[in-house]
């Protein structure tokens, strides 16, 4: 059987761990891994639009030596045909060694890996996970604080379908003493099942609030999002929610000297472009570190060793 990652609790915390000093070396000894995946072939199959996931992927993919194939829409595959998402992960089997799936359909990619060959990465399903996103978030924490445990985490935004916020809680309700600040609308607010399956079961501390300026100063990471206007069932809703937060310099008057700006992007409005120049502002260092992540991760799914 293949080995996928469908959801970040796939990977061990050792794992994970292990991933990360493998991007780590990545980063520093690029020329090492250069040959990694010679031969080998990934299909990235993006069923919803993607800039930083589906680019960084094949970005990944040819800085191992390998090569990519694939789309960047269900319209131009035959899924535009009525072709079933089995039917199309059959058939890529046949051409690639590792398939990396986005699709708007939560648990789409956990069909797939059911009938596929080789290993299925989800690269974003619908408003419920996105694994790699949050072994970006992990590294880039790693990198700019040092450490995986012991600091307190704001998410802010859209806590409710933001699928990268979904797995990043998840992933670090495994690590030690993370103290979770959850900053949304009340109508966005994180799904019971993350709060009850990530923190609640675990007894792990955490607080709601509406008021982001109010837990700023508290923060050593502060995690934007923003509010997934694909995934609202109307757009009266959206417009009355999409501004509920938006990060200014003034707003950061009050934030500890240290503080890390994350946002998994694309931004919209929920951070001005001025923060861009704060050098607390770790979302474009947090794009780089996607693509070494996903160099040891094909790596690792594919069973390559250095
Ligand atoms: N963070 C992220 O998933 O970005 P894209 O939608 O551009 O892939």
Redesign the pocket.
Known sequence: MPRNLIDIVDLSVEEIDELIATAEDIIENPAKYQDACAHKQLATLFFE??????LSFESAMLSLGGSVLGFSSANSSSTAKGETVGDTIHTVSCYADIIAMRHPKEGAPLAAAQVAEVPIINA?DGGHN?PT?TLTDLLTIHREKGRLDNFTIGFCGDLKFGR?VHSLVNALSRYSNINFVLISPTELKLPRYVKEEALKKKGIPYTQTTDLESVIPQLDILYMTRVQKERFFNEEDYLRLKDSYILTPEKLVNAKADLSILH???RVNEIAVAVDKDPRAAYWRQVKNGKFIRMALIMKLLGVEI
């Open positions: 639009p993607s800039t930083r996931t589906r974003g996105h996103q990268t998994p992007l694309p």
